[in-house]
């Protein structure tokens, strides 16, 4: 019923707040220096429409005492008037903090909260939604994409699966500035492990429990020694080391998984030349050459 009405949001964290509540309720004339006019605020503005308060938790206790009013007699007046105006908004509210917490703490008030919390909806940090990375990854990379003019396809396998193993404390913001900093360096039509930034490159995978099966330890630990190799350009000594465990035991499970054979049988049918120098199992090699 509110579709065609107006929308209006406002950062409660980013006024001062001397300001806020002008910018909320308006102002008359001569209310304070420069109120050279009358000023509706913003719940007027919204009116029969909706109205955004984000980071709501930033706002001062004064300004909760008032904003509570407001809610509640559906009301506002002006500063620097005596009447009340009629208002009606509704008002969707957003934070990062948790006001539960708040209240306790003495930091927001309760009646504000119990106010404000007709129906909440709460939004898992990223990291409890690994199904979403993906699609969201791609969303935010082909917007960024077309932005810079971009030709870019998509992500590589193993970009792909590192965006999976990162944690993203940043949530969404964070996943975004990620998906753009690739399509400004990736050099071919898709983005690759290389492009992302070197936070993410460095993330370990980390078991997690997907429909309330987890996975099995040996698939864990190989997924998880591989990522390690990979980081080291293929190269087992300092891979063992890492994992403080000997060379031999990295060696006999790299064996085990497939890959000394596989990497040896690439070497024969090599030409003599790259042959050279290709010896011990803790020399250099890159992690192409160890997989299957």
């Known amino acids: 019923t509110r579709a065609a009405g107006p929308f209006i949001a406002v950062n409660c964290g980013a006024i001062p707040e001397t300001l806020l509540e002008s910018e909320l309720f ?23 429409g909706t109205l955004l308060l984000d980071e709501v938790g930033e706002v001062s206790p004064g300004m909760q005492v008032k904003l509570l009013r407001a809610l509640q007699e559906r009301e506002v007046r002006r500063v620097g008037e005596n009447k009340s105006r009629r208002v009606d908004v509704r008002v969707v509210a957003a934070t990062n903090r948790d006001l539960a917490h708040g209240v306790a703490g003495g930091a927001f008030r ?32 082909a917007d960024a994409a077309l932005r810079m003019k971009r030709k870019i396809s998509g992500l590589a396998p193993g970009a792909a699966d590192q965006l999976l193993r990162y944690e993203w404390p940043g949530n969404v913001r964070e996943l975004e500035n990620a ?47 591989l990522a390690a190799l990979e980081l080291n350009g293929g190269n087992q000594t300092h ?15 790299l064996k085990s998984y497939g890959l000394i054979g596989a990497r040896r049988a690439a070497r024969k049918g090599a030409p003599k030349g790259a042959r050279r120098g290709a010896g011990s199992p803790s020399s250099p090699c890159g992690p192409e050459a160890l997989r299957p």
Not at 111 to 140: A, F, I, S
Not at 182 to 199: M, Q, T, Y
Not at 239 to 253: C, E, N, P
């Open 26 to 48: 308006g102002h008359a004339r001569g209310a304070f220096t420069g109120a050279t006019q009358d000023r509706p605020g913003l719940f007027e503005a919204a009116n029969s």
């Open 110 to 141: 309760q009646d504000l909260y119990y106010r404000l919390k007709v129906v909440e909806l709460h939004v898992p940090p990223l990291r409890e939604r690994r199904d979403d990375v993906l699609p969201l990854g791609r969303v935010l990379l």
């Open 179 to 225: 998906m753009e900093r690739a399509v400004a360096l990736a050099r071919g039509s898709r983005v690759e492990l290389e492009d992302l930034p070197e936070e993410v490159r460095q993330a370990f995978p980390k078991p997690v429990a997907i429909a309330g099966k987890l996975r099995p330890l040996d698939a864990i630990e190989k997924e998880y020694i």
């Open 239 to 253: 891979t063992a080391q890492q994992l403080q465990i000997g060379s031999a035991t990295l060696y006999r499970k």
